[in-house]
């Protein structure tokens, strides 16, 4: 599998981004696919999931200011992000869920500034 996230940049904390993940090599209209983040320092963890029928979870931390979508004609997955916060500041990657042995892919850094 190969992914390829995009659209990260620095905004002001209570601002909105949209980033992009571009999948190829898996069979992407029946795959699970999450936005998973690396703050400063820690652990990788899981933010939002779509499944392949489009039923969507979100971490409780960005829960009704994330909205993940998904373009089954392009491959490709949204995670859009609004009201954001200094502590939404990580890289995020895009990758099946499970993420299983798939590579990670070099993410897009957000970084939320107070």
């Known amino acids: 599998v190969q992914l390829q996230a995009s659209g990260g940049g620095l905004v002001q904390a209570g601002g909105s981004l949209r980033l992009s993940c571009a999948a190829s090599g898996t069979r992407f209209r029946t795959v699970h696919w999450g936005w998973y983040r690396q703050p400063p320092g820690k652990q990788r963890e899981l933010v939002a999931t779509i499944t392949g029928i489009g039923s969507t979870n979100y971490g409780t931390s960005v829960k009704g200011r994330f909205r993940i979508s998904r373009d089954n004609a392009k491959n490709t997955v949204y995670l859009e992000m609004n009201s954001l916060k200094p502590e939404d500041t990580a890289v995020y990657y895009c990758?099946?869920?499970?993420?299983?042995?798939?590579?990670w892919g070099q993410g897009t850094q957000v970084t939320v500034s107070s």
């Open positions: 990758n099946t869920v499970p993420s299983g042995t798939n590579t």
